[in-house]
Structure formats: C-alpha cells, structure tokens
T-cell receptor, first 110, second 115 residues
Framework: DAKTTQPPSMDCAEGRAANLPCNHS???????VYWYRQIHSQGPQYIIH???NNETNEMASLIITEDRKSSTLILPHATLRDTAVYYC???????????FGTGTSLTVIP | EAQVTQNPRYLITVTGKKLTVTCSQN?????MSWYRQDPGLGLRQIYY???????DKGDVPEGYKVSRKEKRNFPLILESPSPNQTSLYFC??????????????FGSGTQLSVL
C-alpha cells in the first residue's frame, strides 16, 4: 500500500470547517483513501473512505483530486470533541497489512 | 451494542512472565488484527487473522503469538515479555478485509508496561 504525507498539526476555530490535507502521490488505481481518527488514547474510529468520487457521510466529507494524488477531509462544523489525531491511509484490496502513519493532530479552539 | 472488547485496560508485569491480552468482538466479523502504538511511530500491525484458524504476521510480529480458535476471539499472547514490548495495544475487527467495504472497529486499548 502506498504511503501518505500529512501535516503534523493543525488548529481550527470551533464552529468553522476543518480541512485536513493528505498527500498520496504514489497511489495506485486500485487503492482507496481511508480516514480514521483517534481521540486521546482511545481506539481509532473510522470516519470515511473513497476511491475516486467525493464522499459524504454524517461525520465528514472526503474530497479527492482528479489525479487522486491528494485528498482533503472536511469536518464542516468543528466542535471541541473533534480534537483528535486524524490518520489518512491508502489501502488496496490486495494488501493485508494496514499502515497507520503519525497523522495530523487537530486542535479545535473555543 | 456493536463493540470490540479488550481486557485488561492496564497491565503491569515483569520481564519473562507470560501474559495474554484478550480481544472479543460481537459483530460476527471475519477479519481481526492487533496493533501496537508507540510515540512517533504511529500504529503498527502485529498479527492479523482472516478467519478461524487463519492467522498471519504483520509488520512487527516478533515476540508475539496469536490464536483464532473461535470467530469472536483473537487473544494476543506474550510468552516472555520484555521491556521493549511496553506499549499501547489495540485490537480491531472488520466484516470484510480490504476495500471497498472494510471498516475497522477498534477496541479501547491495553496499556502494557513490562518492568
């Protein structure tokens, strides 16, 4: 599975949209982009995933560029409870191992 | 409630004393896996299991064993723990392995300290 690059940390004002970028320039055609988050030392939590098209669910939106070399996770109205480490992962259905990097530490500021 | 249950939450032990961390899921998932998390290194996969009696090594399997005798349980065994195995451990499960339907559900973690 390809690796990803994320900024180590970001801040966002409460109530504003949080836009978390991820670079995956070596992504292959069969690899999906996944996002998980980890609040403090709890177990990571699934957020969203996608292949080519933009995706939206009750938690967030995922915007994938046309060339698929980067993506952005959008939390539309960040709350203090969204303070967490966010992991961007690329994943192929032929890969058994699952690599989590060090992610982006998002701090939502009151 | 759908969940992955790990026990214990905290464990302090001494070098060489065998221990088992239990993991159980109530979602009838086929795929289960174990991770360790260390500062600056992210989550690294230790072992995974595709189904009952089917297990395989992840990135950092040395010093660990697993078994999958029942679908719901996937214990992590440290036969002779050493201080470098001090870490935060997570168990996870998913209905499917790999996209497009894979969604990992994680347990709440086990903080292990080996003295």
């Amino acid at each position: 599975d390809a690796k990803t690059t994320q900024p180590p940390s970001m801040d966002c004002a409460e109530g504003r949209a949080a836009n978390l970028p991820c670079n995956h320039s070596t992504i292959s055609g069969n690899e999906y982009v996944y996002w998980y988050r980890q609040i403090h030392s709890q177990g990571p939590q699934y957020i969203i995933h996608g292949l080519k098209n933009n995706e939206t669910n009750e938690m967030a939106s995922l915007i994938i560029t046309e060339d698929r070399k980067s993506s952005t996770l959008i939390l539309p109205h960040a709350t203090l409870r969204d303070t967490a480490v966010y992991y961007c992962i690329v994943r192929a259905n032929t890969g058994n191992q699952f690599y989590f990097g060090t992610g982006t530490s998002l701090t939502v500021i009151p | 409630e759908a969940q992955v249950t790990q026990n214990p939450r905290y464990l302090i032990t001494v070098t060489g004393k065998k221990l088992t961390v239990t993991c159980s899921q109530n979602m009838n998932h086929e795929y289960m896996s174990w991770y360790r998390q260390d500062p600056g290194l992210g989550l690294r996969q230790i072992y995974y299991s595709m189904n009952v009696e089917v297990t395989d090594k992840g990135d950092v399997p040395e010093g660990y064993k697993v078994s999958r005798k029942e679908k719901r349980n996937f214990p992590l065994i440290l036969e002779s723990p050493s201080p470098n195995q001090t870490s935060l451990y997570f168990c996870a499960s998913s209905r499917d392995r790999g996209p497009p339907n894979e969604k990992l559900f994680f347990g709440s973690g086990t903080q292990l300290s080996v003295l």
